[in-house]
């Protein structure tokens, strides 16, 4: 961007829940602007204007990523339209932050990426635990040996949910199921640490009527560590997440995605640490977009084109391994 000191016009595709949550982290930053919003119920989307206070709203997609004075779009819709609508916003000249997973498999994120470096345009996966203060901790600490050499990581992500048929959550058509949805979280944990695993075992309990999997478990296996991670709509779990080496253990409290600090525990000592979210937490990869766009930079460093392309690379390799394709595929 040529003027550093301009405000960052938004616009965000599809208003549903995690779009409200984002919506709000963004009313709380100095340098960012709100401008449009987009559903396809008219309804819909002038509520939200009025609720978020944005200047603009949109019953077309296509209509608020053609309009010239946005910089960025957040995507917040179904995954099966994840790249469709990130294509097309970047060939519209609009940078993209876009809702995880990215994509529903390797090929559509490959396509994605590939538009990004055509285009020139910034386009970064939302995976905001990995900008959330307490994880930039526990990557530093781990870094310079707090625990030791990492052996064993633990980590789940559950709750029963109540969503219709229909919903996102379970629809194969929107590439519904639990591994996409929440099983990318401890997936990401693990990658994030310990990098792509040697061996993936996955096992997975599937809904009857729609198929998607309700609950799936996976083993991820390295050389010199083991990762055992579970995700699930079936029932609510503990949503801790656990770290452990040879010289001590973190472990992050439910929900461990969203951390508000952490404890490590060393030589029979708990130290505490307390490193609150700026907002609800969406607010630091918002940051985090901000100035790779004012640097000119198309990804980030801290969670680049190659870190999204290798996890759901991960991801689609669990899903082969419990048989579970998604009807476009």
Request: aromatic letters at 10%; charged letters at 25%.
């Amino acid at each position: 961007m040529k003027d550093q000191s301009k405000k960052i016009k938004w616009g965000i595709i599809g208003c549903g829940n995690i779009a409200h949550k984002f919506a709000s982290d963004l009313s709380i930053l100095q340098d960012t602007e709100l401008f449009a919003v987009a559903s396809r119920s008219e309804e819909k989307a002038k509520e939200f204007q009025l609720k978020h206070k944005a200047t603009k709203s949109y019953s077309d997609y296509n209509q608020l990523i053609e309009d010239k004075d946005i910089d960025i779009v957040y995507i917040a819709t179904p995954h099966s339209s994840h790249a469709e609508w990130s294509i097309k916003a970047m060939e519209q000249n609009k940078h993209v932050l876009c809702e995880k997973p990215l994509a529903i498999n390797k090929k559509e994120t490959s396509e994605i990426l590939e538009t990004s470096k055509r285009t020139n345009r910034f386009f970064m996966e939302a995976l905001w635990t990995r900008f959330n203060p307490s994880f930039v901790e526990i990557k530093k600490l781990i870094r310079e040996g707090a625990i030791g050499e990492i052996k064993y990581i633990n980590a789940d992500f559950s709750f029963k949910t109540d969503k219709p048929l229909n919903s996102r959550v379970l629809n194969l058509q929107l590439g519904g199921g639990a591994i996409l949805d929440i099983g990318i979280y401890p997936a990401f944990l693990t990658y994030t640490l310990l990098g792509i695993p040697n061996e993936i075992l996955a096992k997975s309990i599937f809904h009857k009527v729609t198929k998607c999997d309700m609950q799936t478990s996976m083993i991820f296996h390295y050389p010199n560590a083991q990762a055992v991670l579970y995700s699930s709509f079936a029932s609510k779990s503990d949503m801790t997440a656990k770290i452990s080496g040879t010289e001590g253990q973190i472990i992050i409290p439910d929900p461990w995605h969203v951390p508000q600090g952490f404890t490590l525990v060393k030589n029979d000592q708990k130290k505490t640490f307390d490193l609150p979210t700026t907002g609800i937490g969406f607010s630091h990869e918002i940051i985090e977009c901000h100035q790779c766009i004012r640097e000119n930079n198309i990804e980030s460093k801290i969670w680049s084109h190659q870190n999204s392309l290798d996890l759901i690379t991960i991801l689609e390799k669990v899903r082969k391994q419990v048989g579970l394709n998604y009807p476009q595929e």
